[in-house]
């Protein structure tokens, strides 16, 4: 075997303790060995190597029912981190979590009257300097955007809210950082933060909807996104379902996102824009409180809401839907009318449940699910300790 093959098996086994102890919680090296498959012997030579990097602590013995007592392993992490960006039309967001899944920095700014790829090259380098500054190894960066992304040019290949077409993005926040750095669609970031660490952990397959100016989905499958052929799965955004007559950002009628969005909410409310689309939701709710026409607004919206989300169902069949952004602070508006009309048109309804749910990750669920993704070739074994 040679020395590079030797050193790939080294890093592919030390992947799987990593994966384990992040995935599964502590164990001792016995139950590690069980666990993963490898041998005692060679999860014992791993975890001494991850001990003495400051990766894994090993606590006292523990007695149990047979055999010598053993030592729980698990991930201290506080040494690597990966960094997660947003950028959207009016705010950026950044996150940073650790090898053992703690958040090490969390940051929203308004973009304002600003240029969105100012703002979040701005919070790039900023978010880079302060974890460089504390001692961690930031070992990558993803950068979650709402258009069609080419994950493996790093390029955002159009994202018609934000007017950015054909834009280096990977390349040019790596200049900026110094970091490695992937793009990677906001939806997809979303519901992969959501699976990992939100409201459908432990689900097989779910589906994120995004609710901000655009609308878009990720997909998720046994715990890994769903991209499609060309990683451009998910735009739902643009199906057909809304208002023939509505104009959408990406210059057609009747887009879905054009009845559904932001834009299209407060179209149909009579506000104006400003702020985050979470600060505009709850200034809306609080009209909708004392305003019946606001309320009756929002109840139309939430009847598109659901036809979308029931074309959705039909197609992929997942285990729940999850709606995010500004869909939250609306929900007591929206549902009830999403919800009828799921009801009524999923055709699986009679026989097997589907559950509509609200996002645990606010805002920031795209800028988190991106620092996980940061993550990955650690827990793959791609990326060296």
Request: charged share 20%; hydrophobic share 45%; glycine share 14%.
């Amino acid at each position: 075997m040679t020395l590079v093959a030797t050193e790939d098996l080294r890093r592919q086994n030390t992947a799987a303790v990593l994966r384990s102890l992040r995935h599964a919680g502590a164990a001792t090296r016995t139950e590690l060995a069980r666990r993963t498959g490898l041998a005692k012997a060679t999860v014992g030579a791993i975890v001494g190597g991850l001990v003495d990097g400051g990766y894994v602590s090993e606590s006292e013995a523990v007695s149990v029912s047979r055999g010598r007592p053993g030592r729980p392993v698990a991930l201290t992490g506080s040494a690597i981190v990966g960094l997660g960006l947003e950028a959207n039309v009016d705010y950026v967001s950044a996150v940073a979590i650790d090898l053992g899944g703690a958040v090490r920095l969390e940051r929203t700014v308004p973009v304002g009257t600003s240029d969105p790829y100012d703002v979040v090259v701005a919070l790039a380098r900023e978010a880079a300097s302060e974890l460089g500054g504390s001692g961690a190894r930031v070992v990558g960066a993803t950068v979650a955007v709402p258009g069609l992304v080419d994950r493996r040019a790093g390029v955002v290949a159009m994202a018609p809210n934000l007017g950015w077409r054909g834009r280096s993005v990977a390349a040019d926040m790596a200049a900026v950082t110094g970091l490695p750095v992937v793009v990677e669609n906001d939806a997809n970031c979303a519901a992969l933060a959501e699976a990992r660490r939100g409201a459908t952990v432990g689900l097989g397959q779910s589906v994120y909807v995004t609710g901000t100016v655009g609308i878009g989905a990720g997909v998720i499958r046994d715990g890994a996104i769903v991209r499609g052929t060309s990683g451009f799965a998910g735009e739902v955004g643009h199906i057909p379902l809304g208002d023939p007559t509505a104009r959408c950002g990406c210059g057609r009628r009747g887009c879905w996102e054009a009845s559904v969005g932001l834009r299209a909410v407060l179209s149909a409310t009579g506000l104006a824009f400003e702020g985050t689309p979470l600060q505009v939701a709850e200034l809306i709710s609080r009209r909708a409180e004392s305003d019946v026409g606001t309320a009756a607004a929002l109840e139309g919206v939430g009847a598109v809401l659901g036809r979308g989300v029931a074309a959705v169902a039909n197609i992929l069949d997942p285990d729940a839907v999850v709606l995010g952004g500004y869909f939250v602070p609306l929900a007591p508006y929206l549902l009830p009318a999403a919800v009828r009309e799921v009801e009524e048109r999923v055709t699986a309804a009679p026989h097997a449940s589907l559950d509509l749910l609200l996002s645990a990750l606010g805002l920031r669920a795209a800028a988190t699910g991106a620092a996980e993704d940061a993550l990955t070739g650690v827990f793959s074994g791609a990326t060296a300790l």
